[in-house]
């Protein structure tokens, strides 16, 4: 059975820095990748890494959010920092067999509980 557990989320002060670890048990996927989803809005691309090593990343994140991969605790992280209030949301770890589309929410099958990130100014 495929389980996504995350943990990390928080309350941070705008320009801090958090981390989000998601803990895939059950089997290893091709494609891991981390959404958002603010209050009123549709879940967006975060970030996303391959079985390869090949990283991509959403506009309003890129140059301040890292998603890693630590095969060996079948665990992937997303460090955050420089973080701001527009970055508060509910953060979501998900997996995947493929590896297009990978901004896609359709493309994922497997989707964590949710970590609550809160960024005040």
């Known amino acids: 059975q495929v389980q996504l557990v995350e943990s990390g989320g928080g309350s941070v002060q705008a320009g801090g820095s958090l981390r989000l670890s998601c803990i895939a048990s059950?089997?290893?996927?091709?494609?891991m990748a981390w959404f958002r989803q603010a209050p009123g809005e549709e879940r967006a691309f975060v970030a996303s890494?391959?079985?390869?090593?090949?990283?991509t990343y959403s506009d309003p994140v890129k140059g301040r959010f890292t998603i890693s991969r630590d095969f060996a605790k079948n665990t992937v992280y997303l460090q955050m920092k420089s973080l701001k209030p527009d970055d508060t949301a509910v953060y979501y770890c998900?997996?995947?067999?493929?590896?297009?589309?990978?901004?896609?929410?359709?493309?994922?099958?497997?989707w964590g509980q949710g970590a609550q990130v809160t960024v005040s100014s």
């Open positions: 059950g089997r290893t996927f091709s494609n």
């Open positions: 890494t391959l079985i390869g090593g090949h990283t």
């Open positions: 998900a997996a995947s067999r493929r590896v297009t589309d990978i901004s896609t929410p359709g493309t994922y099958d497997y």
